[in-house]
C-alpha cells in the first residue's frame, strides 16, 4: 500500500493540550480493498496528544466508534471549544497520560469527519461518491490506518486502544500487524456481531433508505433523508443505553405537562431525548456514511476472517497483551462475547487480563466518567510501558 | 356506557373448533374516554370457542397483544384456513379447553381488525378518522370490551387472559371490575411502560410519521405509509426476540451467497427475516391504529391511575387469584416487572402464584409452543373452575 503524504495542516495548540489536527492523502496507487476493488486515494483525518519520545516507544493509537471522529481530546480553540469524545480519558494525568504518552486518533476511512468517504468527492466524476463508494470493511480500515502510521514513522504501537466500533479495529490492528502492536485494550467490543447486533443496524439501515431524500445515496445536493437518518440515531441510542440506565435517567418522567398530551407529541422524557438526539445527529453525520460504517460493523467476524471459522486460531499470531473490559449492563455486546474473546486468547498463551465493570449505563459506559475504568487503562498502560516501552 | 347491539355475524363453525365471528356496534350514546372527549358510536371485533354453560359460569375473556385480533383459534373456512394466533392454546383438549371453557376473544377499539380505529369512517365526516381518531388508553379499551360482556349477558368471568399489551388489558379489567373477575393470567407483561418500552415505541412511531405518505395521517384514499410502517415493524420484532434467540435462529448465516455482496443487499438471514415481516405485516395493519396502540401501552401505568402512584394501592379492591408468567429472556418486559406486581398482589392478601418460564425466544415466548406453559394454564384454570366455576 502506498504511502499518505501530509496535505494540511488546519489545528493548533491550546491550553495544556499539545494538539495537531492534520488531514492526509494518499500519495499515488490506489488500495487494494478486501471485495477486490482498487480504491484510492484517501484521505485520514487524525488527531495527536503529547509528544512522540525519542525512540517512538510511546505511541497510542486512539480508535473511535461508530460516529466518532479523530478530535479525541483538548478544544480546537477558543471559538471552537468542544471537547474532544474522550477528553476525560486522554491529557496530563488523566487515563492515558499525554505528558508521558504520544496520542494519536485515527479517523475511519468511510466516515464523514474529514477522511474520505461517500460524501467526498470522486476525482474520476467530480461528484460526491454516494452509492458508488465501495464497501468496506474494519480490515480495509485498519490498513489505510497502518499507511498512517507508516507515513509518522511509527514502527510500533505501545497500545491500540479502542470501544465498540473502535475495539474491532483494535482487534483487527492485533491479528493484522502482531509484530506492530506491543498491547491493546479493546473495550465494549466483540469478535464479531451478533444477530442481534446487525439486526438493529439493518433496520436503521433501512429507516434511511426508506426516506424518499435519501434517492439512493445521491442527496448531496438537494434534501438530505434527515428524518430517515434520525430514527436510525434514534435507533442506535437505545441500543447505547440500558434498561436500568433509561429508568433511572428518564423512568416515566413527563417532558412539559403534569398529565398526557393524549396526541403524539413527546410526551416522556425519554421521549423528547430521543427526538433531540436524532435532531442533532443529522447535523453533523452523512447518512451514507452511517450505512457504510455499519455494514462494515456487520461484516466483522474475526473468527471467520482471521481463523477459518476458529476464534482460537484467530488470535494464534498475535503478540500483544491485552486489558479485555465489558460492561455488565451492555446488551449491543454484552460480557459474554468478551469472555469469549478471553479465552480464546488465553488458549494462545496471551497475556490478558479482563474485567466486566458493573456499570448501569449500557454500552456507552465505555465513554463516560468511570473511575474503575480509568484506573485499570493507567494501570495497564504504565505496566506496558514500563516492561517494554522504555 | 350503552349496550352493544349485534349487527352483524361473518363467521361459521368449522372442523372441531365451535367458531362464530361477530361484529358489533353500540347502539346509542358516545363512550366518555379517559380524556375527557365523547367518542362513538364503536365497533367491536369478537370471536367465541365453545360453548357458554347455563349457569354462565365458564366464560374465559382472551385479550390479545398490539397488533392481534380477534381471530384466536381454528380456521374461518376451509378458503380461509389460516389458523388463529393462539391456536395453540385454545381448543378441545387444550391449555385452554373449548371442551369446558366458553373462549371469548375481543379485539380492541383503536386497532385495525373490524373494530373501530382510525381507519375508520368517522360519521360526522364520512371519511377515515385519521388523527380525528381520539388517543385511547388501556383503561378506553377494556371498559368497550365490558360492555360487550355486558351484551352477551356475561356477568362473570372465570378468568381473563393475555400477553404482552393484552395482559395490560388483564390487569385492567382485574382493577376496574373487580366483582367481574375471578381469576387472572397476565403473561409477559407489565403493570407499567419502562423507558425502554417507551423508546422503543416511540422511534416506531418517528419511523412512520417520517414516512412522507403518512400525510398527518390522511393516507386512506392514497399511497399508505409502508415503508415507514415496515421500519416500525422490524423495530418490534427485535424487541420481541433475544439475543439468544436471534443467535440460534439466524446467528450470522447469510442469505443466499456463501460471501458477502459488498452492497446493501440482506447480506444476513436477519437481514432478510426482519424485511420480510416488515413487508408482510404493511399487507395487514393500519400504520395509524399502530401509533394510537402503541401511545395507549406507553401511557398504561397501573400504580398512577388507580394506585395514586403506589402499586400495591392500586391493587387494593382486586378480587380475583392470578397467574402471572414470565420468561427469562424476554427483555421488553423483564421478570423483574412481574416480580413487582406479584409483590403487590401478595401485600393485598391476593392469592397469587407466579413463574418465571426459562425460554431463550425472549418476549414473544408466550406465544410459541410451550408444553410448561400450556400446563400451567391448563391447571390453573382448573382448579379455578373447580373452586369458583361449577
Known amino acids: 500500500m502506498s504511502e499518505y503524504i501530509e496535505h494540511d495542516r488546519v489545528g493548533k495548540s491550546v491550553g495544556q493540550v499539545e494538539k495537531k489536527l492534520y488531514t492526509f492523502a494518499e500519495s499515488s496507487e490506489k488500495m487494494v480493498l478486501e471485495n477486490g476493488t482498487h480504491f484510492g486515494p484517501i484521505t485520514l ?73 461517500p460524501s467526498s468527492i470522486n476525482p474520476e466524476t467530480g461528484k460526491p461518491y454516494g452509492m458508488d463508494f465501495p464497501v468496506l470493511t474494519m480490515g480495509d480500515m485498519v490498513r489505510a490506518q497502518k499507511a498512517l502510521m507508516d507515513h509518522l514513522g511509527i514502527k510500533k504501537l505501545l ?26 485494550i479493546p473495550l465494549a467490543t466483540t469478535t464479531k456481531h451478533s444477530a442481534l447486533a446487525i439486526a438493529f443496524n439493518e433496520v436503521a439501515r433501512q429507516a434511511i433508505m426508506a426516506d424518499p431524500n435519501w434517492c439512493n445515496g445521491e442527496y448531496y445536493s438537494g434534501k438530505k433523508p434527515d428524518l430517515g437518518l434520525a430514527v436510525a440515531r434514534m435507533i442506535g441510542h437505545i441500543t447505547y443505553l440500558s434498561d436500568e440506565s433509561m429508568r433511572q435517567k428518564f423512568g416515566r418522567r413527563l417532558q412539559d405537562q403534569s398529565d398526557f398530551s393524549y396526541g403524539f407529541k413527546a410526551d416522556f422524557q425519554v421521549e423528547s431525548y430521543l427526538r433531540y438526539q436524532g435532531s ?21 467476524d474475526l473468527e471467520q476472517q482471521h481463523g477459518g471459522g476458529s476464534i482460537v486460531q484467530a488470535f494464534s499470531g498475535v503478540l500483544a497483551k491485552f486489558l479485555v473490559v465489558s460492561f455488565t449492563s451492555d446488551w449491543l455486546y454484552p460480557t459474554y462475547q ?14 490478558v487480563s479482563f474485567c466486566e465493570i458493573e456499570a448501569d449505563c449500557g454500552h456507552d459506559a465505555f465513554l463516560l466518567p468511570n473511575e474503575r475504568l480509568t484506573r485499570l487503562i493507567r494501570g495497564f498502560l504504565e505496566g506496558v510501558f514500563n516492561d517494554i516501552g522504555r
Open 45 to 117: 483525518a487524525y488527531e495527536t496528544c503529547g509528544r512522540l519520545n525519542s525512540d517512538r516507544t510511546n505511541v497510542i493509537l486512539v480508535l473511535h466508534a461508530l460516529t466518532g471522529d479523530s478530535h479525541m481530546a483538548g478544544v480546537y480553540s477558543e471559538e471552537d471549544a468542544k471537547p474532544g469524545w474522550w477528553d476525560i480519558m486522554i491529557g496530563p494525568g488523566k487515563g492515558m497520560d499525554t505528558d508521558r504518552f504520544f496520542v494519536v486518533c485515527s479517523n475511519i476511512v468511510g466516515g464523514c469527519m474529514g477522511s474520505t468517504g
Open 159 to 184: 497500545s491500540v486502544v479502542g470501544g465498540s466500533v473502535g475495539g474491532m479495529q483494535v482487534l483487527e490492528w492485533c491479528v493484522r500487524y502482531p509484530e506492530m502492536v506491543c498491547s491493546a
Open 280 to 300: 442533532k445527529f443529522v447535523e453533523r453525520f452523512d447518512a451514507n456514511s452511517f450505512l457504510y460504517i455499519t455494514k462494515a460493523a456487520d461484516y466483522f
Open 338 to 351: 468478551s469472555k469469549t474473546m478471553v479465552k480464546a486468547m488465553k488458549k494462545n498463551g496471551i497475556d
